[in-house]
């Protein structure tokens, strides 16, 4: 799976938008890019994942460039509860394999 | 909405017991694997397995073994506690398919003195 690097930390005001970003600059054409969050003590919880296009679900906004190089996570209107470690993975082959955790990226929301 | 429940949120044993984990999926997911998680180290997988009554090693599978008699069910098992075993344990399930992703528990915090 390929490598990606992640900002260590980042702090946004609540209500306002989240932008993580995540670089993936040796992605092959199958893999996908996931996200995944893990508030304190509690299980990872999926977000989204996307190969080429856009996505978007009631969480969360995914945003790939078209070299697919690189990503951005949008928290369209963050709220204290987001505040986690969110981890950008890239896989071809999750459903089957260990998933593997970065360093990912702190965010804290502030009041 | 999916969902991966864990039989406990919280676990005390003593050293020698045997510890029984349980993990259900209501998906119909094939896939359900057993991972810890501790600081520093990362998730670990422990078992994975890909159908009823079938199971693979993971990374570190010593101290463990895993029993899934139906596909919605999948344990874990602690044959003897020990201190080292003390960690959160983490259970997963997914479809088999390259562009799946994972649904995780709320995972089971065990402690063993």
């Known amino acids: 799976d390929a490598k990606t690097t992640q900002p260590t930390s980042m702090d946004c005001a609540e209500g306002r938008a989240a932008n993580l970003p995540c670089n993936h600059s040796t992605i092959s054409g199958n893999e996908y890019v996931y996200w995944y969050r893990q508030i304190h003590s509690q299980g990872p919880q999926y977000i989204i994942h996307?190969?080429?296009n856009n996505e978007t679900n009631e969480m969360a906004s995914l945003i790939i460039t078209e070299d697919r190089k690189s990503s951005t996570l949008i928290l369209p209107h963050a709220t204290l509860r987001d505040t986690a470690v969110y981890y950008c993975?890239?896989?071809?082959?999750?459903?089957?394999?260990?998933?593997?955790f970065g360093s990912g990226t702190r965010l804290q929301v502030q009041p | 909405d999916v969902k991966v429940t864990q039989s406990s949120r919280y676990l005390v044993k003593r050293t020698g017991e045997k510890v029984f984990l349980e993990c259900v999926q209501d998906?119909?997911?094939?896939?359900m694997f057993w991972y810890r998680q501790d600081p520093g180290l990362g998730l670990r997988l422990i078992y994975f397995s890909y159908d009823v009554k079938m199971k693979e090693k993971g990374d570190i599978p010593e101290g463990y073994s895993v029993s899934r008699e139906k596909k919605e069910r999948f344990s874990l098992i602690l044959e003897s506690a020990s201190t080292n075993q003390t960690s959160m344990y983490l259970c997963?399930?997914?479809?088999?398919?390259?562009?799946?992703?994972?649904?995780f528990g709320p995972g089971t915090r065990l402690t063993v003195t």
């Open positions: 993975i890239v896989s071809s082959d999750m459903g089957r394999r260990a998933l593997t």
């Open positions: 996307g190969l080429k």
């Open positions: 997963a399930s997914s479809f088999p398919t390259g562009g799946s992703e994972q649904y």
């Open positions: 998906m119909d997911h094939e896939n």
